[in-house]
């Protein structure tokens, strides 16, 4: 069983297993003489894998240890971090009607309750954990963050696209594939000689692919208000995902960068499976040079399109007034609840998407991992 502290080599005191720095004197666990003491790696792992290789690229995804989710450690700041985050989104104003903006709690009665409430749920869950953590095994943290990161991401968000013209049904299949893909690529890239990781990114760029491709009787309540006010509705009906992105490319530029977008995210995440099927051999991962920015990419994929949703509308300025689902409005009140509605969207999916890869990742590392066979070590080099 694995040792649950360790000691400081300066002053003789006890510490977290997973921790940075001592809590008595401040000595600084990562630098890499009392690294070597304490038998890690500078970066803060183990000098070297389960299959006895050292891997030079180091063990961090993103400023997360391997060690750090073993322990649980990295994730009680990860959930410190996202429930402060979505507190602030929990009570910023949202506007239900495009007509006015209003406190969260005074839009129960007119928007969707659960979607509202959610924010502020998670929030205290995320706290909670950050809290007593160290009292909670990493496998409950782990757990923890990832149900509450997919219920945030998969319950919060599509029922008030309504309110910003955004998809209001939701992509089940693509909204589970990124974060399990960029799960995938965080254990492989912590743990480059895992043999099982990779079918965390394929499986992943599997439900991708299978969102896309999907027909839909009637696809634009799947894609941004843009997409409608642009394109024919003949165009958008017994359409995929795909073939909507693929019509968009070549059509007006307020659908075309948000087409371009949709299509980088299919090929990113089909790229990273297939640059996670081969195993490195050696110390260095030089296929993990490409596959990090890639996992960078599929862990915040879904914050960063609708931040790009978000600024897609700025500046948006082509009528005095539209109909919109049978009411008219004026043009810039109605941008301006498009702005205002994506930004807050943006706020509550950023902390979810970050917490449902990490969690993931984390039930890898402490529930999986443990009982899998270790990698085979590599046969040496003629």
Same mark, same amino acid.
């Given at each position: 069983?694995a040792?649950t ?42 000098l ?6 050292i891997?030079?690229m ?19 700041l ?6 402060l985050?979505?507190?602030?989104a ?11 903006a209003?406190?969260?709690?005074s ?6 309750t659960l ?6 749920i998670?929030?205290a ?8 953590? @160290?009292? *909670? ?5 782990? =757990?923890?963050? /990832? %149900?509450? !990161? $997919? #219920?945030? &991401? ?7 696209g ?15 594939g990124?974060?399990?893909a960029?799960a995938?690529v ?8 895992d ?30 208000g ?9 165009n ?15 059509h007006?530029?307020?659908? @075309?960068? *948000?087409?371009i977008w949709?299509?980088? =995210?299919?090929? /990113? %995440?089909? !790229? $990273? #499976?297939? &640059?996670s099927?081969?195993?490195?051999r050696?110390?260095?991962d030089s296929?993990?040079?490409?596959l ?5 990419l ?6 960063l399109t609708?931040?790009l949703?978000?600024?897609?509308v700025l500046?948006?300025n ?13 043009w810039?009140?109605?941008v ?35 009982r899998?066979?270790?990698a085979?070590?590599p046969?040496?080099?003629?």
């Amino acid at each position: 069983m694995a040792a649950t502290s360790i000691t400081c080599p300066i002053c003789d005191r006890d510490n977290a297993r997973d921790a940075r720095r001592c809590r008595s004197c401040g000595a600084d666990f990562e630098d890499p003489e009392l690294a070597a003491q304490l038998g890690r790696s500078p970066d803060g792992g183990a000098l070297a894998g389960d299959d006895g290789e050292i891997n030079l690229m180091g063990d961090r995804f993103l400023g997360v240890r391997w060690l750090g989710l073993e322990a649980g450690g990295d994730l009680r700041l990860l959930a410190l971090l996202g429930g402060l985050l979505l507190a602030v989104a929990a009570i910023l104003p949202v506007n239900v009607d495009f007509t006015s903006a209003r406190t969260m709690w005074s839009a129960l009665d007119r928007g969707p309750t659960l979607a509202l409430l959610l924010p502020a749920i998670a929030a205290a869950v995320g706290l909670a954990l950050a809290l007593v953590g @160290r009292r *909670l095994p990493p496998p409950v943290i782990a =757990g923890g963050l /990832a %149900v509450a !990161g $997919a #219920a945030v &991401l998969l319950l919060a968000i599509t029922p008030l696209g309504a309110t910003c013209a955004l998809p209001e049904r939701t992509p089940w299949m693509m909204w589970l594939g990124y974060p399990l893909a960029a799960a995938g690529v965080a254990v492989r890239a912590m743990r480059p000689r895992d043999p099982h990781a990779r079918w965390l990114v394929v499986g992943g760029a599997v439900l991708v692919v299978v969102g896309m491709i999907l027909p839909h009787t009637d696809a634009r309540p799947s894609l941004p208000g843009e997409y409608v006010l642009y394109m024919r509705d003949a165009n958008l009906l017994d359409r995929s995902l795909f073939g909507a992105s693929i019509d968009g490319f070549e059509h007006n530029v307020m659908v @075309r960068f *948000l087409s371009i977008w949709h299509l980088l =995210g299919r090929a /990113a %995440v089909v !790229g $990273a #499976a297939a &640059l996670s099927i081969p195993s490195p051999r050696g110390p260095w991962d030089s296929l993990g040079l490409v596959l990090r920015p890639l996992g960078f990419l599929l862990v915040f994929y879904i914050p960063l399109t609708l931040a790009l949703y978000t600024v897609n509308v700025l500046g948006w300025n082509e009528f005095e007034y539209l109909v919109w689902k049978g009411r008219a409005y004026e043009w810039d009140r109605f941008v301006d609840a498009l702005f205002a509605g994506r930004a807050r969207l943006l706020v509550v999916a950023l902390p979810a998407a970050v917490w449902m890869a990490a969690g993931l990742a984390g039930l890898w590392a402490t529930v999986v991992a443990p009982r899998l066979p270790a990698a085979a070590a590599p046969p040496p080099p003629r």
